[in-house]
């Protein structure tokens, strides 16, 4: 049985999610859609609009036969740990090929890339330590270096998406034996834009907005139809949901306290308790912390780690000892875990009890922490199997 892996998010999934995978799978000739997805918060340091287990339901009816967590560990983090973390899963599992979007113009190697990356590494890391500490964030500082060395490259470093398919193939080109990679053209709206058009395809980040401020006829044209009931029925979530309990962590501990969060940095704590006391809601406390040297993306990815009180060995911790957590299957992604059983190089975990539990606690927490978001207090993980649907219901 031939595979093709994606990394996603589904925040929520879409018609250019559903096309993705469709190519994905023409692109791959693969039998089994293995969708590595993070959990129930995103690369970008937000909570997802819905929960994990709605986004795997959603995933599985419209083309995925397997889906798999992204742990938070890797999830929550800038785009270096967010591809090491997807490529290392799809490896364990043993899958042939990884397709990703892209919103680069032209034809972009990919593999070339991965490659040039893998057998440079001594004097890309000798161009950036030249940078490090020149005040730039990290992105502006790796595009200093990529321009420096592949000055006949178009590299488009503004890209959210490209800038994961490069990650991507770095990862992917560290590997013995690399999956093929598939790169497809975005359709529609651009990753960044906040309104909906007349089109099919639409932004995640448009259609949040629009579901947010209750401007919901002009989504059902840019969804499928599970994705709309799911956004008209479950409780939403956004990051002014979590600024009372935000706030309430950054009041009650002190500076060291803080400093002990992970990623919290060259006295961060302090600009956050001064800005914790001045702001009256998650936007305005962002934009007092936020400078050129810290985005306001990473700044939100601290925040999590603030709100959900993690530290620096907890996420190393999951590093060390990772793990397959598996959120749902149909008939195909269920036969191909079985094909895959004497390859498999990581614990595969389908449900959580008392010998599993600490390899996830950092998981847990953060479901715990999430439920309390969407006002809904039932288990996330304890008592929930893996979303089960039959191929010929589909």
């Known amino acids: 049985m031939k595979s093709c892996g994606v990394i996603v998010e589904y925040n929520p999934f879409h018609n250019g999610h ?21 959990g129930n918060f995103l690369q970008r340091g937000e909570p997802a609009i ?19 967590e992204l742990p938070f560990a890797y999830a929550v983090q800038s785009a270096d740990y967010f591809t090491r973390g997807g490529v290392k899963l799809l490896h364990s599992l043993g899958v042939d090929a990884l397709c990703f979007g892209t919103d680069v ?29 020149n005040g730039q964030s990290y992105p502006q500082q790796m595009t200093e270096v990529y321009r420096k060395l592949l000055p006949s490259w178009a590299l488009n470093f503004s890209s959210p998406n490209h800038i994961l398919g490069m990650g991507y193939a770095k990862e992917n080109a560290s590997y013995n034996s690399p999956m093929t990679l598939h ?49 008209m ?18 009041s009650c501990q002190s500076t060291k306290e803080l400093s002990r969060c992970y990623q919290m940095v ?4 302090y600009r956050f308790k001064e800005a914790a006391k001045l702001s009256n809601n998650f936007e305005e406390f962002v934009s007092r912390v ?27 911790a999951v590093w060390q000892s990772s793990y397959i957590r598996v959120l749902g299957f149909n008939d195909t992604g269920r036969a191909f875990l079985k094909q895959q059983k004497s390859v498999i ?31 809904n207090l039932k288990e996330q993980d304890y008592y929930q199997s893996p979303i089960y649907i039959k191929e010929e219901n589909q």
């Not at 559903?18 to 993070?38: R, T």
């Not at 419209?62 to 889906?67: H, K, P, Q, R, S």
């Not at 060259?266 to 704590?269: A, M």
């Open 18 to 38: 559903h096309y993705h995978l469709k190519e994905a799978k023409k692109q791959s000739q693969a039998d089994c859609l293995v969708a590595v997805m993070s």
């Open 50 to 68: 819905v929960d994990k287990w709605t986004r795997t339901n959603e995933a599985l009816k419209n083309g995925a036969d397997l889906v798999i």
């Open 105 to 133: 113009d032209g034809k972009m190697d990919y593999e070339m890339f991965g490659t040039f990356h893998q057998e440079n590494m001594t004097d890309i890391n000798k161009e950036y330590q030249e940078l490090k500490n």
């Open 183 to 231: 790169a497809i053209k975005r359709l529609g709206n651009q990753y960044h834009d906040e309104e909906v058009s007349n089109d099919i395809f639409a932004s995640a980040t448009s259609i949040r907005k629009s579901v947010l401020s209750g401007k919901t006829t002009e989504l059902k044209q840019v969804v499928p139809k599970i994705t709309y009931a799911d956004l």
């Open 233 to 250: 029925t479950s409780s939403l979530v956004e990051w002014e949901n979590a600024w009372p309990f935000l706030k309430y962590q950054l």
């Open 266 to 269: 060259e006295g961060l704590e």
């Open 290 to 316: 936020k400078s050129k040297r810290y985005t306001w993306t990473r700044i939100q990815r601290v925040c999590l780690y603030v709100l959900l009180q993690v530290k620096q060995e907890e996420v190393e």
């Open 345 to 375: 190089n990581l614990p595969v975990v389908t449900n959580i009890n008392k010998k599993n539990e600490s390899m996830l606690a950092l998981d847990i927490k953060v479901g715990q922490i999430y439920s309390l978001l969407e006002k």
